[in-house]
């Protein structure tokens, strides 16, 4: 299938989706193009795409790196980790996500103070490479979304100039 061509528009009823901007969400969904491939390749995510198109480009996923992946629900980016030859992988989110062969997924703040340490116990040792798709929850008011952005996005870097072997 072209890229950009849908085969099929699918639509949500009303009555199964309470909100008006959920029921869009579900809708744009299931009628990406990129959600479709994904679920086709057999990737977690749609933005599985963005790594690879990343790595493609940059190179930066080596055979047996140690990869520590920040935000890593549903593991989409792990999985391609994986598949691109990481040797050990270790991925943290608040939200649960389902395990992966040879990935270690922790469930916890990466913002709690054990967090870093759990991480590079759970890769056998400092990280080759520190993956970050965090994303704080939005709150609707751009001020605030901005700045809990902003903070995870400096608490990653701190994190990966630290331990980064």
Known sequence: MPSGERQLA???RKKNVPKESSRKWIERQLNDPYVQ?????????????????LDDKFHFLKRG?????LGAAPGS??????????????GIDLLPIDP???????QMD?????????????IGGPPDLVLSDMAANTTGHARTDQIRTGALAE??????????A
């Open 155 to 164: 608490a990653a870097a701190e994190f990966a100039m630290a331990h980064l």
């Open 37 to 53: 491939r994904a679920q086709a390749e057999g990737w977690r995510a749609r933005s599985a795409f963005k790594l690879i198109e």
């Open 10 to 12: 699918e639509r949500v």
């Open 100 to 106: 992966l062969p040879g990935v270690t997924f922790l």
């Open 110 to 122: 990466f913002l709690s103070p054990e967090a870093p340490a759990a991480l590079v116990k759970a």
């Open 65 to 69: 790196a140690r990869v520590v992946d």
């Open 77 to 90: 980016w792990s999985q391609v980790a994986q598949k691109r030859g990481a040797a050990a992988i270790a």
